[in-house]
């Protein structure tokens, strides 16, 4: 009986790996560069308007001197999430520090047309049961996850401290008093007994580096600014109808790219969609929420059983059940059977391997194939074939974007992994030949593997001076990823040298608030002023992090170039670093779980 999951268009015929290969291999090897990172422009001088709000206005206020139990840098999910948990524990005076106009991170800037969450809501949306919200799709779409947000700051009084329109500029250790004081470029330069830094991976935009960039006459804007003003409509889906008379180009077929296309090819006169490289588009299947069913399983703990259920099915765990059934879980489940087909006495690590590199050879297989089968023009549908193993890139899902292509005024221009020639004041080169447009949409994502201070704004310096650029010169080095030596009181909310669960960032985040809340009130009842990792918990965790598989598929220098592989470019011997706990996501789930249960905090220092 055929998979439910299986796209139209699955093909069951044998498949010649070696070709495949090969084939994978030349993809790579046209997009490789020299510059790497560096072919992107930084948004700053003549390109800092690109960074303008364009939501809110910025409101004027007197800088803060002030004192606050706990500061956040950021005001996305780890904020809102660390915030309400420190709440619950009774901590009141929580201050958010936010670059963006209000709550939110990513689902602030990203109001493109189209955002929508590529994992289940009902994993991926924070808080749903302690808010009371039913999502009301499968993948809910932008305005719902950015109204969730302000949900949470609002039911857990997070507004009433938060600083908005407000970038941190400096944070430092005061050793006399125990405290951090928070500089920013607002004035404010306020103290904190502990702080938490949650800014986000991908939050600095950055330009592609053509040629002649500058030179352009028309309009032009990154998808995280997204310009309603001009091409009219809104987050919400409205019609972009002011587009209806304009060409338009779109640079970038990446994760954005592949959900705002279809909004553009139904709203705009000519739309001319720049490729480099193909996303793999795999199949959406978003559903509304039916509330019956919504209220059958939304009982007491629910969202923490679909949290671990989701991570189980998919991180290496295993469950009996999949509550979630999305395409992550579909991909592990693939494995999984592949693995499960190995005789016990031939199970081996490279087995294993062999088992993975097939499943994915025929999950790229279907996910071409049904470029076949949707996209109409045949020359079309070869070119938005992705032809790389599924976890080199961002996988994506959607049922209306290899549709778009099929717009009488949709036009791909592929530029056989090249990227885009030039640009003039009048349009975009590709191949010698110019696409004269009225507006140039830049969907060329966001600085993932540039310094750590350049993209937050700020270093921190901890004790004795030390700052954290240099504590982690030679690579990141954590306890469970959240705390550092030399930087007492301080919580670092993200996924690496933790569960690392990239699948459902949430879950990650979720999970160190509670470690945080429960850290704070400890150390406040113990009227300890210090809560430090020692030198030796921190050298056990990164060395045991160091026992583990490494990256394994995700990132692999043999993959075509992109944010995953560092552009393609050696990363260095710090990159080491970048990994989860060996035994998985599910294990360390519960590992942290029983750390923070037992009382003792092994590993912190009170005092
Ligand atoms: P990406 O970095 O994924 O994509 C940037 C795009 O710009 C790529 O297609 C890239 O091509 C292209 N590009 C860069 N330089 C040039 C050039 N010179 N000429 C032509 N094209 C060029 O950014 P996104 O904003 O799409 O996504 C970033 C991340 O944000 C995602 O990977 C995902 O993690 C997250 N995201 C999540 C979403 C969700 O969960 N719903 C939705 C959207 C984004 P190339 O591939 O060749 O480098």
Not at 98 to 124: H, L, V
Not at 214 to 238: L, M
Not at 460 to 486: Q, R
Not at 488 to 494: E, G
Request: charged share 25%; proline share 6%; hydrophobic share 35%.
């Amino acid at each position: 009986m055929p998979d439910s999951n299986e796209p139209q268009g699955a093909v069951r015929k044998p498949i010649d790996k070696q070709a495949l290969l090969a084939r994978y291999r030349a993809e790579r090897d046209k997009r490789l560069r020299d510059d790497g990172n560096e072919q992107y422009l930084q948004l700053k001088g003549q390109l800092s308007h690109y960074l303008d709000d364009p939501y809110t206005p910025r409101v004027e206020r007197e800088p803060k001197t002030d004192h606050v139990t706990f500061a956040f840098i950021g005001g996305g999910f780890a904020g809102l999430v660390a915030g309400a948990r420190l709440k619950e524990a009774g901590i009141d005076d929580v201050r958010i520090v936010e670059k963006g106009g209000g709550f939110g991170g990513t689902w602030y800037w990203n109001r493109y047309p189209g955002a929508q969450c590529d994992t289940a809501s009902m994993i991926y949306m924070p808080l749903l049961e302690e808010t009371g919200h039913m999502p009301s799709e499968k993948y809910a779409h932008a305005p719902e996850i950015l109204e969730q947000c302000e949900r949470i700051g609002r039911k857990y009084g997070l507004y009433d401290n938060a600083l908005f329109h407000t970038e941190v500029t400096g944070v430092e250790w005061d050793e006399a008093r125990s405290r951090w004081i928070i500089r920013t470029n607002r004035g404010d330069e306020f103290t904190a007994d502990f702080i938490g830094i949650g800014n986000g991976p991908l939050h600095v935009p950055k330009l592609p580096g053509i040629p002649g960039i500058e030179s352009f006459e028309g309009h032009s804007f990154h998808t995280s600014r997204w310009d309603y003003g001009y091409t009219g409509g809104d987050p919400k889906g409205a019609p972009m109808d002011k587009l209806a008379d304009k060409r338009v180009a779109i640079i970038g077929t990446g994760a954005t790219s592949v959900q705002a296309v279809p909004h553009l090819a139904r709203s705009a006169k000519e739309l001319y969609v720049f490729q480099r490289t193909p996303s793999s588009v795999d199949v959406r299947a978003n559903i509304p929420i039916d509330a019956d069913w919504f209220a059958s399983v939304a009982t007491p703990g629910w969202q923490q059983r679909w949290l671990e259920n989701f991570t189980a099915n998919q991180a290496g765990g295993s469950a009996d059940e999949d509550l979630v059934q999305d395409g992550w879980t579909d991909l592990s489940r693939r494995i999984r059977a592949k693995i499960g087909q190995i005789p016990r006495e031939q199970l081996t690590p490279q087995k294993m391997l062999e088992a993975f590199e097939d499943s994915d050879f025929e999950k790229m297989e279907e996910i071409r194939a049904r470029v076949d089968g949707i996209v109409e023009d045949h020359e079309t549908a070869q070119k938005l074939k992705a032809w790389y193993r599924q976890l080199c890139k961002r996988p994506c899902f959607h049922d209306q974007y290899l549709q778009a292509f099929n717009e009488p005024g949709a036009h791909l221009i592929d530029t056989d992994g090249k990227g885009v020639e030039k640009i003039t004041e009048t349009g975009v080169v590709v191949a010698g030949k110019e696409y004269p447009v009225d507006c140039i949409i830049y969907a060329s994502g966001f600085e993932v593997g540039t310094e750590w201070t350049r993209r937050s704004g700020f270093d921190l310096v901890g004790k004795d001076g030390l700052k954290l650029s240099e504590a982690w010169a030679d690579g990141m080095k954590t306890k469970h990823g959240l705390h550092v030596h030399g930087f007492p009181n301080a919580f670092f909310v993200q996924p690496t040298q933790g569960a690392n669960l990239i699948s459902n960032i949430p879950h990650n985040l979720t999970d160190s608030a509670r470690t945080i809340a429960l850290v704070v009130k400890t150390a406040l009842e113990r009227g300890a002023k210090e809560v430090e990792v020692t030198q030796e918990a921190q050298d056990d965790w990164v060395a045991l992090l160091l026992t583990g598989p490494g990256r394994m598929m995700i990132g692999s220098p043999d993959c075509t170039p992109g944010y995953y592989n560092n552009e393609g470019k050696d990363p260095g011997p710090a990159a080491k670093y970048n990994v989860g706990y060996p035994a998985g996501a599910s294990a360390y789930f519960k590992y942290i779980e029983d750390w923070r249960n037992s009382g003792q905090f092994e590993g912190l220092a009170f005092r």
